[in-house]
């Protein structure tokens, strides 16, 4: 059992250690000093899955550590806690010396801003740092698949019961509802009536998705109450107004009013490992400062480690504890069956109707593509914080990809690295193109007819011997130019939404539980494989962590930690 009165106080000193810091009270030259923390159930991550995977463990009285790289973002009445498109600074990029973005030159010190981007080969990857995660930056579109497709990427969890119990309970305790009437009446929401306009004109049935919103909270935007933010397309670097449901509001918070549950910000997790004399794990943390200093050096042991990072902070951790031994059990399934959703950015170019010169919403509403069932497509407006009205309606498309991709290990470096093949999108995106195609194009016209002379001239451009990758994107991007909808995708491929790297029946058994390591788990992103069947994967991410836990609590607490 842990020690919770030493741990607390180890906590408390850790944060008073930082305060000293920050505020000149160091010593200019001491060591760090080295801390053990001993607790019996330890989270990776205090995102969407670190925060649903704390809120259960508290309901079922585990003491729980839950360890963050990022810093707490508590959203202030002056309503500047985060940078916006309008003001970039340092509070954007983790840890980034300079913005990661190609012909991008501004002046940033090192921070733990709110966006990590990992250049990845041959795909990007966003992920979201911070007490929320990529809560904090997302649209909030919460979409669940099909059936159909639903099976064919988690063959073995039945949908029935997903469907009756675990995402309902994921969508209540999320707090997502749609888009009200009255806001979507709104001249801000102008681009989502003309999006959805132009869906009904091509023949297809567009809907209001589940946004994890406080509606609210964003009528007192558009009543000049509270800064605007969500409103005016301000929310993929925090949201100002505090207009969101991030999960450090909702299933994290909850985590903490019981007691049960101490967060950490700022500790960065270096490797996990096992000592077998004691069957615990032992995990190697820094404490670090704002500015990144390390301020401790601290070693936790835990009964029980949640790995909940996300695909990318949890597969980079046991790809590396593999390779180095640290957790030597874990089978060749960890770091594989990797993919990005299928995720691909498209601009809908000079529309017959205004989009507004505040474009809110963030996500809400979209348009599926269900005619076929082995590659559904969700097509969404995404809104742009654009100045003045320009015609250009930002659209974001999600497909089936298949799980291509890995984490590779470099042992040179240490670094762990997402890999995607080349090739993968051309065979599977054509769904993609046709539907975006079709919206574009307006009344009684194809995408797929279109499609289908389009791609044979440009791929033969495209796909001549010794064409760059640069070029090789501006050809693609050139695809939807007759029906005005653009593929802005290939020019930086890149993904938000990045799933596998420890999925179930592989890497895990089918609730989490690590192959190798009786009291290791996995309850996040990881656990799928390559995409949730053509829409944003937040609710079943957060559906599939509640069924997991509802099993690890009835049959693992008391009896495996």
């Known amino acids: 059992m842990a020690d919770i009165p030493r ?44 925060a649903i995977t704390a809120y259960r463990l508290a309901e079922a009285g585990v003491q729980t550590l839950v360890l963050e790289r990022g810093r707490r973002w508590a959203v202030s009445p002056a309503g500047n806690t985060f940078a916006t498109t309008r003001a970039v600074d340092k509070r954007v990029f983790y840890a980034a010396g300079s913005p990661p973005l190609p012909g991008v030159d501004l002046p940033i010190e090192p921070y733990p801003g709110i966006l990590e981007i990992l250049p990845g080969d041959g795909m990007a990857v966003v992920c979201g740092a911070g007490v929320g995660g990529g809560t904090l930056v997302y649209a909030g579109a919460t979409i669940r698949p099909r ?24 969508a209540r305790r999320l707090q997502a509802t749609p888009v009200p009437d009255d806001v979507l009446a709104h001249p801000n929401w102008t681009g989502v009536r003309a999006f959805m306009k132009m869906g009904e004109d091509a023949g297809m049935r567009p809907e209001r998705v589940l946004q994890t919103v406080d509606w609210n909270i964003v009528r007192q935007e558009l009543a000049g109450e509270r800064v605007p933010a ?8 925090g949201v100002n107004s505090g207009a969101r449901n991030s999960v450090d509001k909702t299933y994290l918070a909850q985590a903490e009013r ?30 670090v400062s704002e500015t990144g200093a390390v301020l401790a050096h601290v070693r936790v042991v835990a009964d029980a480690v949640f790995c909940s990072a996300g695909s990318v902070g949890t597969s980079k951790l046991l790809v590396a504890a593999r390779e180095t031994g640290t957790l030597v059990n874990l089978n060749e399934e960890i770091g594989r069956h990797w993919g990005g959703n299928g995720d691909e950015g498209w601009a809908n170019l000079l529309t017959s109707s205004p989009i507004g010169v505040m474009q809110g919403g963030g996500i809400s509403a979209a348009i599926r593509d269900d005619t076929n069932p082995a590659r559904p497509t969700v097509l969404e407006n995404v809104g742009l914080p654009v100045p003045l009205e320009m015609h250009v309606m930002g659209m974001l498309c999600m497909s089936v990809c298949p799980p291509a991709g890995e984490f590779r290990y470099h042992a040179a470096t240490g670094d762990v690295t997402p890999f995607w093949p080349a090739g993968v999108e051309a065979a599977d995106r054509a769904a993609t ?63 938000g939404h990045p799933l596998g790297g420890a999925t179930l029946n592989t890497a895990c058994d089918n ?9 290791l788990y996995v309850t ?15 609710w079943t991410i957060a559906a599939l962590a509640e069924r997991c836990l509802d099993t690890i609590v009835q049959q693992d607490v008391g009896v495996v930690f």
């Not at 810091?21 to 989270?43: D, K, M, Y």
């Not at 549950?261 to 700022?266: D, F, K, N, R």
């Not at 997790?269 to 096992?274: A, S």
């Not at 609730?511 to 390591?517: E, L």
Request: glycine fraction near 12%; aromatic fraction near 6%; hydrophobic fraction near 40%.
């Open 7 to 50: 741990r607390s106080a180890l906590i408390g000193a850790a944060l008073a250690t930082a305060g000293a810091f920050l505020s000149g009270l160091s010593p200019a030259h001491a060591s760090p000093p080295l801390r053990e923390l001993r607790t019996r159930a330890v989270v990776i991550g205090a995102g969407l899955a670190g």
């Open 147 to 170: 059936e159909a497709a639903f099976g064919e990427m988690l063959p073995t969890v039945d949908w029935r019961t997903m469907d009756a119990e675990y995402y309902p309970r994921a």
């Open 230 to 237: 969500l409103s005016i397309g301000e929310y993929l670097l």
């Open 258 to 287: 019981t007691g049960k549950v101490s967060v950490a910000p700022l500790h960065r997790v270096l490797d996990i490992g096992f000592d077998a004399r004691t069957s615990r794990f032992t995990l190697t943390v820094e404490q």
């Open 433 to 495: 193109r046709n539907l975006a195609r079709t919206v574009g194009a307006g009344p009684n016209t194809s995408g797929a007819e279109l499609s289908v002379a389009i791609d044979r001239a440009i791929r033969a451009i495209a796909d001549q011997p010794g064409m760059s990758t640069q070029a090789r994107g501006l050809m693609h991007l050139l695809t939807g130019a007759p029906t005005r909808s653009v593929n802005v995708g290939p020019l930086a491929p890149f993904t």
């Open 511 to 519: 609730f989490g539980r690590v192959d190798g390591y009786r009291g």
């Open 524 to 538: 996040d992103a990881a656990l799928i494989p390559g995409s949730t069947g053509g829409c944003n994967p937040t």
